[in-house]
Every structure is written in C-alpha cells, then in structure tokens.
C-alpha cells in the first residue's frame, strides 16, 4: 500500500471518529404543565404572562437545552387561582408559602410543574419538586448570554429539577444571576440522567444512564 493510499485513509478515520463525537445526542422529551397563577387578592402571585409569552420563553429555554438533548414540551397552559393560604402559612418562607398556595387538583405528578408569578424575592426557584419564576426577573448581563432573563431564569431552575447544583462561572447556565447558559459535560449526564428517571413508570428507582 502507497503512502498516499495510508494518509487518504488515516483521514477517513478521523473525519469519521469527528463526526461521531459530534452526532447530536438522542432527544429526551420532558413534560412539563406550565401555570400562569392567578390572584385576586394577593398581587404579588398574578403574573400579566401569556400564551403568546410562553411558546416564546420556552421556545428559548429549549435553545438552551438542546446543548444537552433535552426538549421540554408544554401542556396546554393553566390559568391557576391560587389557593387563600392559611394564618400559619403566611409566616412561613416564601418557597412554603408559594408552596402552599398550588391547587393540588392543578398540580401535575407526571411533569415538571412550571409556576409564573408577579414578584418574587429571587428570580425563581426550585421547591419541593416544583418550579417558580417571576415575570419581572432581572439579570446581569454576560458576553454570548441569553438576551431574556425570564427563558434564563425558566431554564436555570429546570436545571435544579433535573438534579444540577449552582455553579458560580458566569458564563454557565447554574450560575447565580446571570445571563450565561453554557453546561459542561458532567452537568449534561447528569441532567440527561435525571430526565430518563422522570420519563420511567413510576414502577419503583432504578439507576439509569443514558448518552
């Protein structure tokens, strides 16, 4: 065999072992009921967001997750009234409180339950296996971030659910108060990870690990 012939080859094998690192990974769909709370009384818990606010937001918090496979998929949305919550509840902290005031008959077992409110004391977070998120969350701005903080903030503690811890580097989706969305490798296995457990029947945990 010619030299050419060896070198023509060796390329061939490493174009091929190139395009296989970089084949997209296999798409986890995750449900999620998303809930647009509503309140007479307590204006802090009515948010203004609409339909039309979230096919936007999530359509960039899904951006954001394609760098992991992962696509999170809407119900159709819920306008939920939220419940009067109770003398003691009121003196709670606010994840209790806000806890609280989800009508159980809204509440989804089977998806990741997204709630949008007015104000917040953070921008959002992530309680007891549910996700709050205000609509006038705010944030700073870093270079190549997210140029919205509602999708970045959604996105961030989706990140939380889906079992990721902050981590303060500007520019990564975990940190604290910023635009970035970038995700390493270990954050996308365990993500991806998590998002297979909540896609199993609920026939008792078993570990599972998926590309």
Same mark, same amino acid.
């Given at each position: ?73 809407? &119900? %159709?949305?819920?306008?939920? @009234? =939220?419940? *009067? ?5 009121? !003196? /709670? ?54 140029? &919205? %903080?509602?999708?970045?903030? @959604? =996105?961030? *503690? ?5 079992? !990721? /811890? ?46």
């Amino acid at each position: 065999m010619q030299r050419t012939d060896l070198l023509i080859i060796s390329w061939l094998l490493a174009s091929a072992a190139t395009l296989q690192a970089t084949d997209p990974l296999p798409v986890l769909t995750v449900p999620v009921r998303v809930h647009l709370m509503q309140s007479v009384t307590q204006a802090r818990m009515n948010t203004t967001l609409t339909d039309t606010d979230v096919q936007r937001i999530f359509g960039k918090v899904n951006k954001v997750w394609s760098q992991a496979g992962i696509h999170f998929d809407p &119900e %159709p949305l819920l306008k939920t @009234t =939220a419940l *009067e919550v109770s003398a003691n509840e009121k !003196l /709670k902290n606010e994840f209790e409180r806000l806890k609280a005031s989800l009508p159980p008959a809204s509440h989804s077992s089977k998806a990741i339950n997204v709630c949008y409110v007015k104000m917040l004391e953070p921008n959002g977070f992530y309680f007891a296996g549910d996700v709050f998120v205000k609509d006038t969350a705010s944030l700073k701005k870093v270079a190549g971030g997210l140029d &919205e %903080p509602i999708p970045r903030v @959604t =996105a961030h *503690e989706l990140g939380h659910a889906l079992g !990721l /811890k902050h981590r303060q580097n500007v520019t990564n989706l975990m940190a604290s108060g910023t635009t970035g969305f970038s995700l390493n490798e270990e954050e996308i296995k365990t993500a991806r990870n998590a998002a297979a457990m909540l896609l199993q029947p609920k026939m008792g945990a078993k570990s599972v690990s998926v590309p």
